[in-house]
């Protein structure tokens, strides 16, 4: 079974950073294009950043020089280090996968981790 788990989501104070976790299981991680995807309260999921399985990366506007995604296959896990964070910024953070291999798309998301950025 392929899983895709989020870690280290926290409250933290606007200017302060965290390090997200997403840790792969059951596939072979090195072959998925990873991303981030964070929503906020009543608001839409949106992209914030991705990265592919040869390292090139490309981030939303509101989010580019604050975060670095990250992965390391030896360990079949992804990173977003988050800093400068703001309110703007809290939400649940969510990892998908995604590989298409001989025409089939194989997608799968995280059961996300919560971001709550405040004073």
């Known amino acids: 079974q392929v899983q895709f788990v989020e870690s280290g989501g926290a409250l933290v104070q606007p200017g302060g950073s965290l390090r997200l976790s997403c840790a792969a299981s059951g596939s072979i991680f090195s072959r998925y294009a990873m991303s981030w995807y964070r929503q906020a309260p009543g608001k839409e999921r949106d992209f914030v950043a991705r990265?592919?399985?040869?390292?090139?990366?490309n981030y939303a506007g509101s989010v580019k020089g604050r975060f670095t995604i990250s992965r390391d296959n030896s360990k079949d896990t992804m990173y977003l280090q988050m800093n400068s964070l703001e309110p703007e910024d809290t939400a649940v953070y969510y990892c998908?996968?995604?590989?298409?291999?001989?025409?089939?798309?194989?997608?799968?998301w995280g059961q996300g981790t919560q971001v709550t950025v405040s004073s």
């Open positions: 990265i592919l399985s040869d390292g090139s990366t």
């Open positions: 998908y996968a995604y590989q298409n291999l001989g025409g089939h798309e194989y997608i799968y």
